[in-house]
């Protein structure tokens, strides 16, 4: 599964003017001049004219007057732009929803933010409204963000609870290296959600 993946958050009336507009070509000329590994974002020793340093570990930001749109951040495994953790998470928190030992109440938000989240087929409201056939391309208006940031923390509150059935899980599955990833990514996600729930914005991510 060699894909990539840009993530951002974007003023949904911008975004969606720029779809209609231009095509999933527009987005991708915003998106991929962003450096696609944490490793490479900018810093205040090694700058980078063209962005600002990493907001709070969530988002970078263009250095332009006009900002409707940021690229999120990941760190750990998430760190360098492969969609392959991203994929085995969903698959990580799917099958231990099934597990005896997982509390429903606790793997119940996780399970259910992370499907809607990361679905395993495309096609959603950003592609319908391309122009032009749109391929991985993901799309979340700003009242479905506020639902998912809603049950991100929802989960985050209750993740130490899932601890011993993710850990087992995590024992049979082996794509992902330790729990602590994995709730290092959880938290990623929620944090971007968070940022663009906080401005009444849309959340995106690009596949290639």
Avoid at 164 to 193: C, F, H, K, M, N
Wanted: aromatic share 10%; glycine share 8%.
């Amino acid at each position: 599964m060699g894909v990539d993946v840009w993530v951002g958050v974007a003023d949904w009336a911008r975004l969606t003017e720029t779809l209609q507009r231009s095509g999933v070509d527009e987005m991708w000329d915003l998106l991929s001049p962003f450096p696609n590994s944490y490793d490479h974002l900018p810093t205040e020793s090694d700058p980078d004219p063209r962005f600002d340093l990493v907001e709070d570990g969530a988002l970078c930001w263009p250095t332009i007057a006009d900002r409707w749109f940021a690229r999120g951040v990941f760190r750990g495994i998430g760190a360098g732009g492969s969609y392959k953790p991203h994929f085995w998470l969903r698959h990580l928190v799917e099958h231990t929803a099934l597990r005896p030992d997982a509390p429903k109440d606790a793997i119940g938000p996780l399970d259910t933010w992370l499907s809607r989240l990361l679905p395993y087929d495309g096609g959603d409201e950003l592609t319908a409204m391309a122009p032009c056939s749109a391929k991985g391309v993901y799309g979340f208006p700003p009242p479905e963000v506020a639902e998912l940031a809603q049950l991100s923390r929802r989960s985050r509150d209750r993740i130490e609870d899932l601890r011993p059935a993710i850990t087992a899980q995590l024992d049979e599955e082996t794509w992902l290296p330790d729990y602590d990833s994995v709730v290092t990514l959880l938290r990623d996600w929620g944090e971007i959600l968070t940022r663009a729930q906080q401005r009444n914005w849309g959340l995106l991510y690009l596949m290639d």
